[in-house]
């Protein structure tokens, strides 16, 4: 009998390579490039809650071999920046939203993609977010900043509203040298498309390894 008795998923396949390249002798090998220290983790959107529950176990496993693990959620990030918005502007986008959706539903949706995208995207949008606590981070912990990654999160729950290629470009030279992990719900077309939630026509505009 060859080959181990219970099959790793897809998954747990990609973590375990993911935590290999961390941890490697010569320093974390996520990227060929120092100042590009991205990579993507794509995973079926089904699959969220085994996403999280192997992601826990993943950032024990870097804390025993004394890393710090830098969880970033940017459902949270997004959900702050709505709650720090005008109550009578919220009302107005839920409104407009409403009267145009029961004309038509997708003008009502493409209406709010559009208020959306201001808190979104953009290098000021949740890169920025991003950006800062990765320094505050980096700046509270100076010791740390060689033994530090990155995980982002949470970004199947800002659909259809986000494409995250768009976040990384913004991410590019705002991260200093620390690796950043962005968990991907989405299916890999061809060597670099990936599509985010399975839905989304490909975007093949990555620079960042996929595991």
Known sequence: MSGPLFQRSPIQQALDHLRADLIHADGPQISTMRNHRFAIVPYDPAKEFELRAE?????????????????????????????????????????????????DLERGMNSLKEELAQLIEGPQ??????????????????????RTVVLIGRAGALYPFF?????????????????????????????????????LDPDNDYRPRIY
């Not at 991410?171 to 077309?189: A, F, Q, S």
Request: hydrophobic share 45%.
């Open 55 to 103: 992601v826990q176990k993943l950032a024990t496993q870097l804390v025993e071999h004394g890393w710090v693990v830098l969880s970033i959620s940017l459902q949270a990030l997004l959900l702050d920046r709505i709650r720090k918005l005008d109550a009578e502007h919220i009302a107005w986008i839920m409104q407009t939203e409403r009267e145009l959706a029961a004309y």
């Open 125 to 146: 949008g949740l890169a920025a977010d991003c950006a800062r606590i990765i320094a505050e981070h980096a700046e509270a912990h100076p010791d740390k900043a060689d």
């Open 163 to 199: 494409r995250s290629s768009a976040l990384l470009r913004h991410l590019d030279g705002r991260t200093g040298h620390t690796p950043v992990v962005l968990l991907y719900p989405g299916e890999r077309r061809g060597p670099t498309g990936l599509s985010f939630m399975g839905e």
